[in-house]
């Protein structure tokens, strides 16, 4: 015997008298369809030159279609017991397996809901950390400018400086020792007879120590940046700038060679 389906289920439990009986009406029902289907066929639409008017037309005629199907009453799928309790587990089976898709559904939602809330709680740990020690540092700020006032302030700047000077001092003086001790004065040279020595001791008497030199580059980098350069003249012993330029602590001017400055360090 063939199986009948039933809401896209099979039949097979059903009495032969019941599947006969629904045999019947399914031939029955598909009949009607099938007449209906050749009077929509053999029916002529009406076409309209207005398209405006043909979309009314077929609201119309749904709206009347919809108030129709509205009064009819349903009818029973059939009169047998037995059909209707295998329609109804059909039935049953199909919204339960519906309704387990949607609890699925809802309980993998929940649990991204449930991620998502625990994230956004560590970031608000976060942030409530964040802002606690944000608090902390403007009260320690508040207290640090209660406690120390401008007068105080301003002294501690003062000795600040007055440090730096005298660090810088002591920079320039150990500088000058180191250069009187291993880059002399051409003074101290021995020359060969009474009259060369004469005459260096008198050219000597003019000429600026390297340490001298080096302080008025600095100077001129500090008072005139924006002219550092310093003109040679005969104070200049040329080896000592010959040394500076050689070793990339001076360089010359690119349009007057008679002028230097100290390489910028930076």
Not at 94 to 102: A, G, P
Not at 125 to 144: C, F, G, W
Not at 168 to 194: A, C, F, V, W, Y
Request: charged share 30%; proline share 4%.
């Amino acid at each position: 015997m063939a199986e009948v389906k039933l809401g896209g289920q099979a039949t097979a439990e059903l009495s032969e008298a019941a599947q006969a009986e629904l045999m019947d009406q399914c031939e029955e029902q598909f009949a009607r369809l099938e007449k209906l289907q050749n009077e929509i066929i053999l029916c002529e639409p009406d076409f309209c030159e207005n398209p405006q008017q043909q979309a009314v037309n077929r609201l119309i005629a749904t709206e009347a279609e919809l108030k129709q199907w509205l009064t009819v009453e349903p009818e029973l799928l059939a009169s047998n017991s037995e059909v209707l309790l295998q329609a109804g587990k059909e039935e049953m089976l199909k919204l339960c397996s519906e309704l387990e898709m949607v609890v699925s559904c809802h309980e993998a939602k929940r649990d991204k809901l449930r991620e998502t809330k625990e994230l956004e709680q560590k970031w608000l740990e976060e942030k409530k950390q964040v802002l606690i020690a944000a608090n902390d540092h403007v009260e320690r700020l508040q207290l640090e400018k209660g406690t120390f006032s401008e007068h105080s302030i301003l002294q501690d700047t003062k000795l600040k400086i007055q440090k730096m000077k005298i660090y810088q001092e002591r920079l320039m003086e150990s500088l000058g020792d180191i250069l009187e001790k291993h880059i002399p004065l051409p003074q101290n040279e021995s020359s060969t007879n009474k009259k060369n020595k004469n005459i260096t001791q008198e050219l000597d008497e003019d000429l600026i120590s390297l340490n001298e030199i080096l302080e008025q580059l600095m100077n001129k980098v500090l008072t005139t940046p924006h002219d550092p350069y310093v003109t040679l003249d005969s104070t200049f012993w040329p080896p000592y700038v010959e040394m500076l330029l050689r070793y990339g602590i001076a360089v010359r001017h690119q349009e007057n060679n008679f002028k230097i400055r100290l390489e910028p360090f930076c």
